[in-house]
Nanobody
């Protein structure tokens, strides 16, 4: 089955860190740009970060710049999102998506999501 699988979410206190993983199953991520998106209750889905297939280019939403870092390890067929200095407003379900290029919709492949809750 061709799919993306997110992991690494959980409950963390404000100021804490989490690392999310997006692993591909049944296909290789080498040729795909990978984006992280999030959706909080009652809000629209928003793009968080994206990394090109080469890994040479990344982009971030203004709300996470300087706090989140996206990276990829093609040998492990996995993309990561390191999240530091987490804030309550980062609480959401985080999804990863794959497509040929970074963009607002990256649903050639899509994961089931992982919950991130930032709360004291």
């Amino acid at each position: 089955q061709l799919q993306l699988v997110e992991s690494g979410g959980g409950l963390v206190q404000p100021g804490g860190s989490l690392r999310l993983s997006c692993a591909a199953s049944g296909f290789t991520l080498d040729y795909y740009a990978i984006g992280w998106f999030r959706q909080a209750p009652g809000k629209e889905r928003e793009g968080v970060s994206c990394i090109t297939s080469s890994g040479l280019s990344t982009n971030y939403a203004n709300s996470v710049k300087g706090r989140f870092t996206i990276s990829r390890d093609n040998a492990k067929n996995t993309v990561y999102l390191q999240m530091n200095s987490l804030k309550p407003e980062d609480t959401a379900v985080y999804y990863c998506g794959a497509s040929w290029a970074c963009g607002p919709t990256m649903d050639d492949y899509w994961g089931q999501g992982t919950q991130v809750t930032v709360s004291s």
